[in-house]
T-cell receptor, first 115, second 113 residues
Framework: GAGVSQSPSNKVTEKGKDVELRCDPI?????LYWYRQSLGQGLEFLIY????????KSGLPSDRFSAERTGGSVSTLTIQRTQQEDSAVYLC?????????????FGEGSWLTVV | QKEVEQDPGPLSVPEGAIVSLNCTYS??????FMWYRQYSRKGPELLMY??SSGNKEDGRFTAQVDKSSKYISLFIRDSQPSDSATYLC?????????????WGAGTKLIIKP
């Protein structure tokens, strides 16, 4: 596709339920990032995938959060037993790898509300 | 001390004014410097990207990097209400064959008609 695609764009879920958020990166981009952004706040790094390397999971806030990337393309962020403090926009971004001048491109985000 | 510092604002200026947005950073290993614009309820979009000290101009926008002072700036000339958004700086560098990325907190800019 032309850009990073995320789904769902909006999700309202009950506390305690699991949610899955999907990211389709730009074709050919080997790097994929997940960020969380609470209202009026900056970007909080969650996880980073680069090609076939082991992902950098250092930003995941708890073991309720996990992410996978299948076939080096689509990624899914899963939040188990959601809590109200998980309410935020979850942004996915992708980037080409190699050489200088790499920049990252964001999707529109998945807006999660836990009630 | 955070590795990238950015004043969250909000910064409110009248239409037509020159806007100066700034970030400071602490690590001289940082190689690439970017500015993103984020409208409300949207994902950030790349505005400017540079890797060398000096100025880079694109229309009404000028990105400035001073590596000796570890200071990056974004100038907006003839500001418009449509420039009202949050502006995020980001720095990137190559470490162990992987690019590392750090973001500023973002500055909320309001252009008053």
């Amino acid at each position: 596709g032309a850009g990073v695609s995320q789904s769902p764009s909006n999700k309202v879920t009950e506390k305690g339920k699991d949610v899955e958020l999907r990211c389709d990166p730009i074709s050919g981009h080997t790097a994929l990032y997940w960020y969380r952004q609470s209202l009026g706040q900056g970007l909080e790094f969650l996880i980073y995938f680069q090609g076939n390397s082991a992902p950098d999971k250092s930003g995941l806030p708890s073991d309720r959060f996990s992410a996978e990337r299948t076939g080096g393309s689509v990624s899914t962020l899963t939040i188990q037993r959601t809590q109200q403090e998980d309410s935020a926009v979850y942004l996915c971004a992708s980037s080409p790898h190699g050489g200088s001048g790499n920049t990252i491109y964001f999707g529109e985000g998945s807006w999660l509300t836990v009630v | 001390q955070k590795e990238v510092e950015q004043d969250p604002g909000p910064l409110s200026v009248p239409e037509g004014a020159i806007v100066s947005l700034n970030c400071t950073y602490s690590n001289s290993a940082f190689q690439y410097f970017m500015w993103y614009r984020q409208y409300s309820r949207k994902g950030p979009e790349l505005l400017m990207y540079t890797y060398s000290s000096g100025n880079k101009e694109d229309g009404r926008f000028t990105a400035q990097v001073d590596k000796s002072s570890k200071y990056i700036s974004l100038f907006i000339r003839d500001s418009q209400p449509s420039d009202s958004a949050t502006y995020l700086c980001a720095v990137m560098w190559l470490m162990d064959s992987n690019y590392q990325l750090i973001w500023g907190a973002g500055t909320k800019l309001i252009i008053k008609p």
